[in-house]
């Protein structure tokens, strides 16, 4: 509770002709009347990158010390009692993007009430920067499917051919990101056009397991790893994939009549941060069709 002359607080108390520092009633401080801060910056005020982070704004002073913080280019800060020194407030720094430009985070802490700034200063200012994004690198590349057929069973109906089981394919898929790394490479086939849908299901194998070392059908690399003399930066590899006339029991006839195959192959974890490959981003797809 500050102790007034009119409408001033009291500067100075005496003992006799001593100065006294600190007055109580009780428990509670009465005298000096205000409470100072003396200090109140950024903890780390080196650059930050464009992606943007937390950084700490770090108060020193006297408990019961009132203030605000604002923050410019930042959010955090508001209305604070120092209950215990120092004390962190977190301000947050948003991404400004691959092409964003570089700015400068400033926070200002402004005393409240009786609060007073060492220095006898109005406000505390601590600032850094933040870098400028990267713009963003387009990688040039290759990465395509294209199919032979290896041997083919047709039936005519109506005066239109279709693909009977079984047929052959060798389906080549080539790839070369341009300095940029697949994670994994997915490969799948869509029996489109069924004359007898949907009792009749295309039921199809392929050898991709013997080429990757692995157990899954449709992924070569990761956990699979990648056919020999390749990499999830470049490679070249030939799946062969048939129709099967009988489901996986080897009984149950299926007779699929299939319009058209599409051979589609997806490229994942290759684009990162500020980077497209061949101008697009995200997954990377490539596909190819065959008609009997």
Not at 44 to 54: I, W
Not at 131 to 160: C, L, M
């Given at each position: 509770?500050?102790?007034?002359?009119?409408?001033?607080?009291?500067?100075?108390?005496?003992?006799?002709?001593?100065?006294?520092?600190?007055?109580?009633?009780?428990?509670?401080?009465?005298?000096?009347?205000?409470?100072?801060?003396?200090?109140?910056?950024?903890?780390?005020?080196?650059?930050?990158s464009?992606?943007?982070?937390?950084?700490?704004?770090?108060?020193?002073?006297?408990?019961?010390?009132?203030?605000?913080?604002?923050?410019?280019?930042?959010?955090g800060?508001?209305?604070?009692?120092?209950?215990?020194?120092?004390?962190?407030?977190?301000?947050?720094?948003?991404?400004?993007?691959?092409?964003?430009?570089?700015?400068?985070?400033?926070?200002?802490?402004?005393?409240?009430?009786?609060?007073?700034?060492?220095?006898?200063?109005?406000?505390?200012?601590?600032?850094?920067?933040?870098?400028?994004?990267?713009?963003?690198?387009?990688?040039?590349?290759?990465?395509?499917?294209?199919i032979?057929?290896?041997?083919?069973?047709?039936?005519?109906i109506?005066?239109?051919?279709?693909?009977?089981?079984?047929?052959?394919?060798?389906?080549?898929?080539?790839?070369?990101?341009?300095?940029?790394?697949?994670?994994?490479?997915?490969?799948?086939e869509s029996?489109?056009?069924?004359?007898?849908?949907?009792?009749?299901?295309?039921?199809?194998?392929?050898?991709?397991?013997?080429?990757?070392?692995?157990?899954?059908?449709?992924?070569?690399?990761?956990?699979?790893?990648?056919?020999?003399?390749?990499?999830?930066?470049?490679?070249?590899?030939?799946?062969?994939?048939?129709?099967?006339?009988?489901?996986?029991?080897?009984?149950?006839?299926?007779?699929?009549?299939?319009?058209?195959?599409?051979?589609?192959?997806?490229?994942?974890?290759?684009?990162?941060?500020?980077?497209?490959?061949?101008?697009?981003?995200?997954?990377?797809?490539?596909?190819?069709?065959?008609?009997?």
């Amino acid at each position: 509770m500050p102790i007034n002359i009119q409408n001033a607080n009291i500067s100075a108390a005496k003992l006799g002709i001593s100065n006294v520092s600190k007055i109580f009633v009780g428990h509670s401080e009465i005298f000096p009347s205000t409470k100072e801060i003396q200090s109140a910056v950024f903890t780390d005020t080196s650059n930050l990158s464009y992606a943007g982070g937390t950084r700490v704004f770090r108060v020193t002073g006297e408990a019961g010390s009132t203030f605000n913080v604002s923050a410019s280019n930042g959010s955090g800060g508001g209305s604070y009692t120092l209950g215990g020194s120092p004390e962190d407030i977190n301000i947050s720094v948003s991404d400004t993007g691959c092409t964003g430009s570089a700015r400068t985070i400033t926070s200002t802490l402004t005393p409240t009430g009786s609060t007073v700034l060492q220095g006898g200063g109005s406000t505390f200012v601590s600032s850094f920067n933040q870098t400028a994004g990267p713009g963003i690198t387009n990688y040039t590349g290759t990465y395509t499917v294209s199919i032979a057929e290896v041997s083919k069973t047709t039936t005519t109906i109506n005066g239109v051919v279709y693909y009977a089981a079984p047929t052959v394919w060798d389906v080549t898929y080539a790839w070369n990101f341009g300095g940029l790394t697949a994670s994994y490479i997915s490969i799948s086939e869509s029996g489109l056009g069924m004359y007898n849908s949907p009792n009749h299901p295309d039921y199809m194998t392929n050898n991709l397991p013997s080429l990757t070392g692995g157990s899954s059908q449709i992924q070569m690399g990761g956990a699979q790893g990648w056919p020999s003399g390749t990499s999830g930066a470049s490679g070249s590899v030939t799946v062969r994939w048939t129709s099967n006339q009988y489901a996986s029991d080897g009984t149950t006839l299926l007779n699929p009549i299939i319009g058209y195959y599409r051979f589609n192959a997806n490229a994942y974890g290759v684009v990162g941060s500020c980077q497209t490959f061949n101008g697009g981003g995200g997954t990377i797809n490539a596909n190819a069709t065959i008609y009997p």
